[in-house]
């Protein structure tokens, strides 16, 4: 993830000064419409094993606008999480260190991460899976293999409609 322009600040394009008087110390900013500042965009994490369906998911969320940090690791979750403070996390179940579950129950348990949705995006698709995802934390469940549309209408259920922030 590059941080340049990550700051929570924004960037403005000046198109130009106007003095309103001889003397005046009031001035206008101007600016073309299509320069006007936009919102920054909504961070997701992705916690992922898999490195094809790492991509996959990077991919389509960095091309619907998407700001995107990603872990192979449930043990890193926390920490990514604390500094990155994303909107959404996208939570595979299992993974090579950690069950994602528990990478939920830590998520769930820190004070500074706790209001953050998870959503269990899992191969796991047995009965009994999705209410164990949601009872150890889980703000929602998306079976493997992904179908785009429900996949992008579950993420703008918790994000709200489409990838900029309010």
């Known amino acids: 993830m590059d941080n340049f322009g990550k700051s929570g600040g ?16 009031q001035r206008t900013l101007l600016m073309a419409s299509d320069q006007l500042p936009r919102s920054v965009p909504k961070r997701i994490l992705i916690v992922e094993d898999n ?39 996208l939570m595979d179940i299992q993974l090579p260190d950690i069950s994602g579950l528990d990478a939920v129950r830590q998520l769930k348990a820190d004070p500074l991460t706790e209001t953050i ?10 009965a009994g899976d999705e209410r ?5 934390g889980c703000d929602g469940y998306i079976a493997k293999p992904i179908m785009l549309r429900e996949f992008l209408a579950m993420i703008e259920k918790f994000l709200g409609h489409g990838p900029a922030k309010d």
């Open 10 to 25: 924004s960037v403005y394009h000046l198109a130009g000064w106007r003095h309103h008087s001889e003397g005046s110390q």
């Open 51 to 89: 490195e094809l369906n790492m991509k996959l998911l990077n991919d389509v969320l960095e091309a619907y606008g998407y700001d995107i940090v990603k872990t192979d690791s449930g043990s890193a979750v926390l920490g990514l999480a604390r500094q990155h403070r994303p909107d959404l996390v």
């Open 117 to 126: 949705p998870v959503l269990a995006v899992t191969a796991f698709a047995m």
């Open 132 to 136: 164990k995802a949601l009872e150890s």
